[in-house]
């Protein structure tokens, strides 16, 4: 295979659905020689703010002198950011060699009567494999669904799982009330482990800290209190750790913007202390030196500035409530024009009531995904409740003109599916970036 041949068998594999359960994932891992038990895991499920703790995490144990993978999904411009080392895509030949080797060990499944992996297990499986040969230190790995049968939880090598901020979604597989979603994202959490809660309801924290005491796992609690945020402005914002009992730090600064993002950081570091506690070598520098210089496209990030121009990947309620939140937080009363897209399964009618009121006009979109809602069909649904100006775009190419006219002054915010945002992205960089 070479690297075209391995992106389009993966995609092929998009057919076989998404299917909850580790049968599969097992064998196929065991057919490679259980690469995931090379290293040690960190592991992440949650709803919202897993990207961004990951990111925050493998930052630091980067710069604390660590060999340290990230495993993440979905990719935003290029499907290599799914599998990286110290900020490095896995290469392109690497790519196509490994998903080569999966592909020989997949057939070997099928003619012992196993189903063929979903893509993410493929995924999951290049990933790890990967990993494994690069001999790295910590992997950063973030669940793509749920988390009880996400084919992440194949690891039994985790130092420490994280659960970031829970809400509804997906809710035809994790289950239709917030305390069933918890159960199955806190099925990441292993016999004799520890486990750090991002700060949110106390029936959210029960029922997870029910499963880690049935797990015999340590559970490690943050406080919002335990947070102060010192500045801010469009490049970033600073905060005081008042905790400070195993790490003594002075003012740390992240180039996250929005309240969400402090209680993010809050996690990761609560994180990091724990594999301090573990006996690995995170200092004081590390932790500055990290968060300083962690990026997340995508995530309330400043492409431009006169005009401001905002791309945002929240896609589901409490992801379009903190881009709310953030834009009141940093733009103050100024409206702004709004280029949406999103999922039919993501409640698009839900989360109108939280946009529409910070906008003077709306372009909709359609994303790159067969799930996507049409743009004329999000017209209509705004145009039906609000009386706003809206307009259908169903060239992307034609977004730049649109941004080229808006005047210095104004406020101009991409928000919504990730499979949007990355090809918005691709064509703003150019310009942008």
């Known amino acids: 295979m070479d690297y075209q041949e391995a992106i389009e068998f993966i995609h092929s594999t998009y057919k076989f659905g998404s299917k909850l359960g580790l049968s599969n994932i097992t064998r196929l891992t065991e057919l490679l020689g259980r690469p995931q038990d090379s290293y040690k895991i960190i592991h992440i499920a949650g709803t919202n703010g897993k990207g961004s703790t990951s990111n925050m995490i493998h930052d630091v144990l980067m710069a604390a002198g660590y060999r340290t993978g990230l495993f993440i999904s979905p990719y935003l411009e290029e499907f290599t950011e799914r599998i990286q080392i110290n900020k490095v895509h896995i290469d392109k030949e690497s790519l196509a060699r490994i998903t080569s080797l999966v592909k020989e060990k997949i057939e070997i499944m099928l003619e012992e009567g196993y189903n063929h992996p979903t893509e993410f297990e493929v995924v999951t499986a290049i990933g790890f494999k990967y990993f494994q040969e690069q001999n790295i230190d910590f992997l950063v790995l973030e669940v793509g669904l749920g988390g009880r049968f996400d084919a992440t939880n194949v690891v039994s090598n985790t130092l420490v799982s994280v659960i970031t901020s829970i809400s509804y979604d997906h809710m035809e597989y994790l289950g239709d009330t917030l305390e069933k979603i918890a159960f199955e994202k806190a099925g990441i959490i292993k016999e004799n482990s520890s486990v750090v809660i991002y700060p949110q309801e106390d029936n959210i924290v029960n029922t997870i800290t029910d499963i880690a005491k049935t797990r015999n796992a340590r559970c490690y609690l943050t406080?919002?209190?335990?947070?102060?945020?010192?500045?801010?402005?469009?490049?970033?914002?600073?905060?005081?750790?008042?905790?400070?009992?195993?790490?003594?730090?002075?003012?740390?600064?992240?180039?996250?913007?929005?309240?969400?993002?402090?209680?993010?950081?809050?996690?990761a570091l609560r994180t990091l202390e724990v594999i301090k506690l573990s006996g690995y070598n995170i200092t004081e520098?590390?932790?500055?030196?990290?968060?300083?210089?962690?990026?997340?496209?995508?995530?309330?990030?400043?492409?431009?500035?006169?005009?401001?121009?905002?791309?945002?990947?929240?896609?589901?309620?409490?992801?379009?409530?903190?881009?709310?939140?953030?834009?009141?937080?940093?733009?103050?009363?100024?409206?702004?024009?709004?280029?949406?897209?999103?999922?039919?399964?993501?409640?698009?009618?839900?989360?109108?009531?939280?946009?529409?009121?910070?906008?003077?006009?709306?372009?909709?979109?359609?994303?790159?995904?067969?799930?996507?809602?049409?743009?004329?069909?999000?017209?209509?649904?705004?145009?039906?409740s609000y009386n706003i100006d809206v307009t259908v775009i169903d060239d992307y190419e034609n977004i730049i003109n649109i941004v080229k006219n808006a005047g210095k002054n104004d406020y101009i915010a991409f928000v919504g599916s990730l499979y949007m945002i990355g090809d918005v992205r691709t064509i703003l960089r150019k310009e942008y970036l």
């Open 223 to 267: 406080d919002k209190n335990n947070i102060e945020k010192t500045d801010g402005n469009l490049n970033g914002q600073w905060f005081r750790y008042l905790k400070n009992d195993v790490f003594d730090l002075p003012e740390v600064k992240i180039s996250f913007l929005g309240k969400h993002q402090l209680y993010n950081a809050l996690t």
């Open 285 to 384: 520098e590390s932790i500055l030196t990290g968060l300083a210089s962690v990026k997340f496209a995508g995530r309330f990030e400043i492409l431009h500035e006169d005009p401001v121009i905002v791309i945002d990947g929240g896609h589901n309620i409490d992801g379009i409530k903190a881009f709310s939140k953030a834009v009141k937080e940093n733009f103050g009363d100024n409206k702004i024009t709004l280029f949406f897209g999103i999922l039919k399964d993501k409640n698009p009618d839900d989360v109108l009531e939280y946009l529409i009121p910070l906008c003077n006009k709306v372009y909709t979109l359609t994303p790159n995904n067969p799930r996507a809602m049409k743009a004329s069909d999000l017209d209509a649904l705004i145009k039906g």
